[in-house]
């Protein structure tokens, strides 16, 4: 214990080597740092601000925040990555760059990757055409590669998220193998993971095909080793199946109890409508979640409630493989239980021995001691130095990275010594046979959907939406389409639009930009159906999955998307959290103090204002209505006061053009509403005099955009960082700098005069 604390005692933390800050090429592809790693991109900002050489190339075939890094953004078209990278490969072996020490003694099968590379990217100008850039850029970039020793190429969901995901990861190893650009400072391939303990979920086995500390389930010695060690001779032989396989399972009845733990399938998995389909018909569905609702939970025979991060105790494991402890914080809320608790209780009661754990510290220690069981430094995974840590010791553990030799001594980094976790411990070059995504278009469905992720929303919402400040960046589900394919398809900008793919359907708002190529169209991931009538965009997502992986094909299905032509539009703020039945388009978010709904319907109601009191009152004393309406029914506003307070607005037109909302959103906060602006109420826009701060852009210190113009055109703001210092705006988490960029761009040509 001593040598422990003498090791990481928290003033001795090992030396972190900071590779993406060190680095003076910076190759971020299939990700969106900006919005998706906050964090580290604002120490990527930070870093190239304070070392001038340092550069930044962004592979992607959308625009992107990330882009407002980059000295050379290559837009290419989806899914060509493979044959970017062996591209690569076979100009940095034209002009020599091999290092040949390196991969002599150190790698094996580059001869073969070599002549596969080659038959599929002979040279600059096939690749350039292949994925659709400029081939002057793209000699750029190999040239930037070829002669910069620090690279670091950041790799993400752009890559894996596709049915030859581990193809390309290998394509991009193949490029830093054959340089030796791996295991020495500022540099390397670096597969950025997602979820926060991504890594550690890897580390104890979670994948359906992997044992614990990172072993793998078909190899013999693997398998008997760790049956050795759990004294138990009914390890599993056969991989289980994977997520897409295993729904499929549950559909066809071969798969009758299942328990799903921390994931919300209903919204996140490809084919959503077909895991509806599994969850509905499997006999005994158990859901761990620790929210009440979500599109999962609505099928559970078994909920079972689980604590939430700042609830419970452990350890997460990051990117860079440090091991950080996660203290609980806040008290246990009804009957929530930590999962480690409700796993282990179950075990036990079905008959595993030595499954009854105390403690998160418990655990840990077999972890620790697994991973170090007959490990002569051949297996990667091993915190051996981590054994035996006694409650207090497991308290005050400092992050530390793995490795952990016995001894105490931490590694930072791996495979500078040259040497791999193979059999040879050489490093393998593996041929990439480039393959296109799976399904292509074709006349029914003409467009490529590409899906992600928005700055201020996590995964299904079932958090972020609570938050009205999370909330009020997008407010609504929507869909980003080319101005070439806008045109051409007749979709408006802010109407909605029909998307229709082979798998499902959805109804999103048009976005019009040219952020996404012609041909192209982005959704967000996020909204379910607690927060939207139709936008689950993995309804729409179609199931096909790389072989080895098990990775579905995230980012390219084919689609349709044509004009949602509804007989009336509106929106809805209310206090009061109300089910807008009628309509046959609605989405809703939370803002401060109140329900924000956006609603489009088929059918005209005979009477919108009966129709309002039926969704939005109850009988109140001091209850006030201020009404606008045309006998048609075709426009009808109205605002509900009691005692004077803010109730609610409904705003309905006969097209999607309707006033703003965010001066109501903010009157809302009123414990009065003047008369002043009583009489503004219906048009939505304050009386003369006041300001209407307009769409949130900064979540952070919630600044809107009309007080962005504002300030740009009276205080002659002229960059993000006087935009800073005057108004706060990007001064916090620095996630909208690149949206003030573009709104000082958008200044500047004129867009708001
Ligand atoms: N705000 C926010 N942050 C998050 C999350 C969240 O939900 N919200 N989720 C976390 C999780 S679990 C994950 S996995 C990460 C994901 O982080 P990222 O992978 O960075 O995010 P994505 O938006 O899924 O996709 C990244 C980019 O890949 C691009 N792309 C699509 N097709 C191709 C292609 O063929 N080639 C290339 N080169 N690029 C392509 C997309 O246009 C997109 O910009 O984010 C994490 N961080
Ligand atoms: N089309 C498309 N689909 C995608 C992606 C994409 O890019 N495009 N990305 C994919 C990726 S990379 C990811 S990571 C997935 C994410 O998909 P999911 O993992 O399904 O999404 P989450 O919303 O994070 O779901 C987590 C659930 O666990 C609950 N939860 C939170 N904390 C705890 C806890 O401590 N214990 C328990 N028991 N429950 C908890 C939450 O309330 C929520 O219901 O989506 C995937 N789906
Ligand atoms: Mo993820």
Redesign the pocket.
């Given at each position: 214990m001593a040598a422990h604390k003498r090791a990481f005692g928290s003033d001795t933390v090992p030396t972190c080597y900071e590779d993406l800050e060190q680095a003076d090429l910076l190759v971020l592809t299939g990700s969106n740092l900006a919005w998706c790693h906050p964090v580290l991109y604002q120490r990527v900002l930070a870093a190239k601000k304070a070392r001038p050489q340092m550069r930044v190339v962004v592979i992607d075939p959308r625009k992107t925040a990330t882009c407002d890094a980059a000295d050379l953004h290559l837009q290419v078209q989806s899914g060509t990555d493979s044959v970017l990278f062996n591209g690569l490969l076979v100009w940095l072996r034209d002009q020599h760059r091999m290092d040949e020490l390196f991969v002599r003694h150190q790698t094996q099968g580059v001869e073969e990757t070599l002549r596969i590379a080659e038959w599929y990217s002979p040279s600059p100008r096939a690749v350039a055409e292949h994925c659709g850039v400029d081939e002057q850029d793209l000699l750029t970039y190999f040239n930037w590669f070829a002669d910069t020793e620090q690279v670091v190429t950041v790799f993400s969901?752009g890559i894996n998220?596709s049915t030859s995901g581990v193809d390309k990861g290998n394509a991009i190893i193949n490029c830093h193998l054959f340089t030796g650009r791996i295991g020495r400072p500022g540099m390397g391939p670096f597969s950025i993971t997602?979820?926060p303990n991504?890594m550690g979920g890897r580390e104890v086995g979670g994948l359906a095909n992997q044992l614990a500390s990172h072993m793998e389930l078909d190899d013999p010695l693997h398998h008997e080793l760790v049956s050795r060690f759990w004294q138990t001779a009914k390890l599993a032989d056969k991989p289980g199946l994977k997520a897409v396989d295993m729904f499929r399972a549950v559909e066809q009845g071969r798969i009758k109890a299942l328990w799903v733990?921390?994931?919300?399938?209903a919204?996140?998995?490809?084919d959503a409508n077909q895991v509806k389909r599994a969850l509905a018909r499997c006999e005994c569905l158990v859901v761990?979640?620790?929210?009440a609702e979500?599109d999962?939970l609505r099928y559970a025979h078994i909920k079972?409630p689980?604590?939430?991060?700042g609830e419970?105790d452990g350890t997460v494991t990051n990117s860079e493989r440090r091991i950080s402890r996660q203290r609980c914080f806040l008290p246990s809320p009804g009957m929530a239980k930590p999962?480690w608790w409700i796993l282990s209780q179950v075990g036990a009661r079905l008959g595993f021995p030595g499954m009854d754990y105390d403690s998160p510290a418990q655990i840990f220690d077999e972890h620790a001691r697994l991973s170090g069981f007959e490990n002569h430094g051949d297996r990667d995974f091993d915190i051996s130095g981590l054994i035996g840590l006694d409650q207090p010791a497991y308290d005050g553990l400092a992050p530390v990275q793995w490795p952990i030799a016995a001894n105490g001594q931490s590694k930072a980094r791996l495979f500078g010594n040259g040497r791999f976790y193979t059999r040879s411990q050489r490093a393998n070059f593996l041929p990439v046979t480039p393959r296109p995504p799976a399904i292509h278009t074709d006349e029914a469905y003409p467009l490529v959907l590409n899906?992600?992720?928005v700055r201020d929303h996590?995964?299904?919402?079932?958090?972020t939406a609570k938050s009205p400040r999370l909330s009020a960046h997008d407010t609504e589900p929507f869909i980003v389409v080319n101005p070439y394919d806008a045109e051409a398809l007749s979709l408006e900008a802010g109407a909605l639009a029909a998307v229709s793919s082979h798998w499902g359907e959805a109804i999103l708002r048009t976005r019009v930009c040219d952020s996404v190529l012609p041909g192209d169209v982005f959704a967000p991931?996020h909204w379910s159906d607690q927060y939207a009538s139709a936008a689950r965009?993995?309804s729409l997502?179609n199931d096909k999955v790389d072989l080895i992986s098990g990775q579905?094909e995230?980012?390219h299905t084919p689609v349709r998307v044509i004009p949602y032509r509804a007989a009336w539009y509106g929106f809805m703020l209310t206090r009061r959290d109300i089910k807008p039945r009628r309509a046959s388009y609605w989405s809703k978010a939370r803002r401060e103090g109140l329900w924000h709904y956006e609603v489009a319907g088929e059918q005209r109601p005979d009477n919108w204002a009966a129709r309002a009191r039926q969704l939005l009152c109850s009988d109140e004393p001091g209850a006030e209505w201020r009404e606008l309406y045309d006998s048609t029914q075709s426009n009808y506003r109205a605002a509900r006061l009691v005692n004077g307070r803010l109730d609610a607005v409904i705003i309905i037109g006969p097209t999607p053009e309707l006033p703003p909302r965010d001066w109501l959103v903010e009157l809302f906060k009123l414990d009065k509403v003047d008369e002043k602006a009583r009489s503004r109420l219906l048009r939505g826009t304050p009386p003369k005099g006041q300001d209407d701060a307009g769409r949130v852009v900064c979540a952070c210190f919630s600044v809107g955009l009309n007080t962005i113009v504002k300030g740009i055109r009276e205080q002659r703001l002229g960059s993000a960082e006087a935009i800073g210092q005057a108004l706060n705006a990007g001064t916090n988490c620095g996630s909208c700098v690149p949206e003030l960029k573009r709104i000082l761009a958008e200044f500047a040509a004129g867009a708001y005069d």
């Open positions: 969901q998220q997602g979820q991504a733990m921390g994931t919300n399938p919204v996140s998995m490809p761990s979640d620790c929210v979500n999962t079972l689980a604590q939430a991060w419970k999962d899906t992600g992720r996590w995964h299904t919402m079932t958090r991931i965009v993995d997502v579905p995230f980012k």
